[in-house]
């Protein structure tokens, strides 16, 4: 029902910014809650934050107070924005939906995948 593209990875230094965008497709995207995990080379993946179908944010405490998540239901279309990134930070980075209000940092709960962007991180 939903397809999720992901844009904006790269090759940063520590201490930069980069600014990830995940456009959705189909017409139902604003009852979907979103998510960001992120997987390293030999690591599973893990839960970076979550947003609801009302806004509310969560955030894993590798991030908190460094990334900020937000969407435009008018765009479908979700963003995670890093700030003070570091090297532990490199990883690809996913977009996930789910059709339900709550936002758990399982992935096996979210329904629909993007396939990814690498993000780099040099110290």
């Known amino acids: 029902q939903v397809q999720l593209v992901e844009s904006g990875g790269g090759l940063v230094q520590a201490g930069g910014s980069l600014r990830l965008s995940c456009a959705a497709s189909?017409?139902?995207?604003?009852?979907?809650?979103m998510g960001w995990f992120r997987q390293a080379p030999g690591k599973e993946r893990e839960f970076v934050v979550g947003?609801?179908?009302?806004?509310?944010?969560y955030y894993a405490d590798s991030v908190k107070g460094r990334f900020t998540i937000s969407r435009d239901n008018a765009k479908n279309t979700v963003y995670l924005q890093m700030n003070s990134l570091k090297p532990e930070d490199t990883a690809v980075y996913y977009c996930?939906?789910?059709?339900?209000?709550?936002?758990?940092?399982?992935?096996?709960?979210?329904?629909?995948w993007g396939q990814g962007t690498q993000v780099t991180v040099s110290s």
């Open positions: 996930a939906a789910r059709g339900a209000t709550a936002v758990p940092m399982d992935p096996v709960e979210y329904d629909y």
């Open positions: 189909g017409r139902t995207f604003s009852s979907y809650s």
């Open positions: 947003i609801s179908r009302r806004g509310g944010t």
